[in-house]
Nanobody, 123 residues
């Protein structure tokens, strides 16, 4: 699976961005998919995840109430709608495909990773 993440950019605090992850060469419709982020000097951490059919989602505490993850298996895409953005959301955001159909919070359970898209939130 090749993953292409897009939608990052520079936004003011309080603004919104929509990230999109598209898969090619192979479908990920049977797999959980998650968005991770990594800020400079920090570990890569999960932001949100969604199960294979969208029936189950996971949000990190920092994302709850502000971010929404969704997927369209017909289009082989997973989106992350981010609202009320804060400067601390600044990071490189990566989409990743899980080894399993469910969501996992551990990076070790993700086999395929996109190249990352930069999100910068100015104060």
């Amino acid at each position: 699976v090749q993953l292409q993440a897009s939608g990052g950019g520079l936004v003011q605090a309080g603004g919104s961005l929509r990230l999109s992850c598209a898969a090619s060469r192979r479908t990920f419709s049977n797999n959980g998919v998650a968005w991770f982020r990594q800020a400079p000097g920090k570990e890569r951490q999960i932001v949100a995840g969604i199960s294979w059919n969208g029936g189950s989602t996971y949000y990190a505490d920092s994302a709850k109430g502000r971010f929404t993850i969704s997927r369209d298996n017909a289009k082989n895409t997973v989106d992350l709608q981010m609202s009320s953005l804060k400067p601390e959301d600044t990071a490189v955001y990566y989409c990743a495909v899980s080894l399993w159909s469910t969501v996992s919070v551990s990076r070790n359970n993700y086999r395929y990773w996109g190249q990352g898209t930069q999100v910068t939130v100015s104060s």
